[in-house]
C-alpha cells in the first residue's frame, strides 16, 4: 500500500512496464470490488504491477490529478500516465491493460513457465470475497439481460459481493462452466461454493431466503452511525491533518491543536462520496468540516471557533476522555 507521495512518485518513475494505480479507501465497497477484480487481472498477465494507493494519505498528488473519488485507476506504461479510470469501470481497464500488455510482447496467451494453473486460478477467483458474482459486464454497466436482473435484485436487498466480468477473460469464461458444472452465466458464489445462476437467486427472494444465504452490505445510516461513534472524538474534513484539502478543514485542525492533549482521529470526505453525502442528511448539517464529540455533532468551523473563544471547546473536548 502506497501511503505518501514521496513513494507513490518514486514508483511511477521506477516503472518499467504496465503499472495500475488503484487509489482506494477501507471503507468502500466498490474499492473492495475492483482490487479483486484487478488481482484476477494479475493472473492473466504476470508482467502487469498493481499498487494500491491509500487515498487519505496522498492529499497532494490527488489534489493535483485531479482525483476526488474513489475508486480511482490510473494506469501507466512505464512512467507516461496513459489513461484515469474512475468509478466501476474494469471493461475499460482490462481494454487498456490487454492493449498495453500486448504492446510489451507480453501476450496473455502465451506460455508461460509461471502461469497459474486454471483450476487453482478457478479456485482463488471464486474465493476472492465471500459472494462472487461471475457476470457479463460490471454492476454499473451490466452488458446482458441476465446480469442486468440480477445486480438490480442485488441492489435493491443490499448484497454485499464482489464480481468478475467474464468477458474480459475468455479463458475463464469457458473453464468456470466445467469447474462449476454449471452452463451459463451469472454465477453466485459463497465461500467458495457454487449457489446457481438467475433462477435459483429468484428462487431465494421469493421464498425469503435471499438475505439469509448471501452477504448483506451496511446501510449507509449504520456505516455513519459506526463511524461516528469509531473514536470520541471524529473529525469530518476534506483532506487529513497533515494534508487539509480546504481552508475551512485546515482552520479547524489548527484550533483542535491548541488542545494537544486530546486525541481525536479524522475521516476524508473527499475519499467516499457516499459519506460525504450522507453525512450531511445524517447530521442536518450541509457543510464541512464536522466535529463529533461522543457521538454528537458540536459543529463546522464557525462554532468551533466561537467554542475556542470561550474557552468552551477544550471543556467540551474533555468529555471525551
Known amino acids: 500500500m502506497l501511503s505518501s507521495d514521496g513513494s507513490l512518485n518514486q514508483t511511477i518513475e521506477n516503472n518499467k512496464g504496465v503499472l495500475v494505480l488503484h487509489f482506494t479507501a477501507p471503507w468502500s465497497d466498490y ?11 494479475k493472473l492473466k498477465f504476470q508482467s502487469l504491477r498493481i499498487e494500491q494507493v491509500d487515498t487519505e494519505k496522498v492529499g497532494g ?17 512505464k512512467s507516461k500516465l496513459v489513461e484515469v479510470v474512475a468509478g466501476l469501470n474494469m471493461p475499460k481497464i482490462v481494454k487498456i491493460v490487454t492493449r498495453l500488455s500486448e504492446n510489451e510482447s507480453d501476450s496473455p496467451n502465451a506460455p508461460s513457465s509461471t502461469e497459474e494453473p486454471i483450476d487453482a486460478k478457478l479456485k482463488r477467483l471464486t474465493n476472492m470475497a465471500k459472494c462472487v458474482c461471475f457476470i457479463k459486464g460490471s454492476p454499473k454497466e451490466p452488458r446482458c439481460k441476465f446480469t442486468r436482473a ?44 457454487l449457489q446457481g445462476g438467475l433462477d435459483i437467486m429468484k428462487e431465494l427472494l421469493a ?21 461516528i461513534n469509531s ?91
Not at 476526488?68 to 506504461?77: A, H, M, Q, R
Open 150 to 193: 440480477m445486480m438490480e435484485m442485488f441492489h435493491e436487498h443490499n448484497i454485499d459481493f464482489a464480481y468478475f466480468d467474464i468477458l474480459g477473460d475468455d479463458v475463464v469464461r469457458q473453464e468456470l462452466k466445467r469447474y462449476a458444472d454449471w452452463p451459463t452465466y451469472p454465477q453466485v458464489w459463497v465461500d467458495g461454493e
Open 61 to 77: 498528488y490527488c489534489e493535483k490529478h485531479g482525483i476526488d473519488s474513489v475508486p480511482t485507476c490510473l494506469i501507466f506504461e
Open 31 to 41: 474499492c473492495k470490488n475492483v482490487s479483486a477484480s484487478l488481482t484476477a487481472l
Open 231 to 321: 473514536h470520541p472524538v471524529m473529525l469530518f474534513m476534506k483532506g487529513s491533518p497533515t494534508e487539509p484539502r480546504c481552508g475551512f478543514s485546515k482552520q479547524t485542525v489548527a484550533l483542535l491543536g491548541h488542545h494537544p492533549e486530546v486525541e481525536y482521529r479524522t475521516f476524508d470526505i473527499l475519499s467516499d462520496n457516499e459519506v460525504r453525502e450522507g453525512l450531511k442528511k445524517y447530521s442536518d448539517w450541509p457543510t464541512y468540516p464536522q466535529l463529533y464529540v461522543q457521538g454528537e455533532l458540536l459543529g463546522g468551523l464557525d462554532i468551533i471557533r466561537e467554542m475556542e473563544e470561550s474557552g468552551e471547546l477544550g471543556e467540551a473536548l474533555k468529555t471525551s476522555s
Open 207 to 227: 421464498s425469503g431466503e435471499l438475505t439469509q444465504q448471501l452477504p448483506t452490505k451496511m446501510s449507509i445510516e449504520q456505516r455513519l452511525k459506526n463511524l
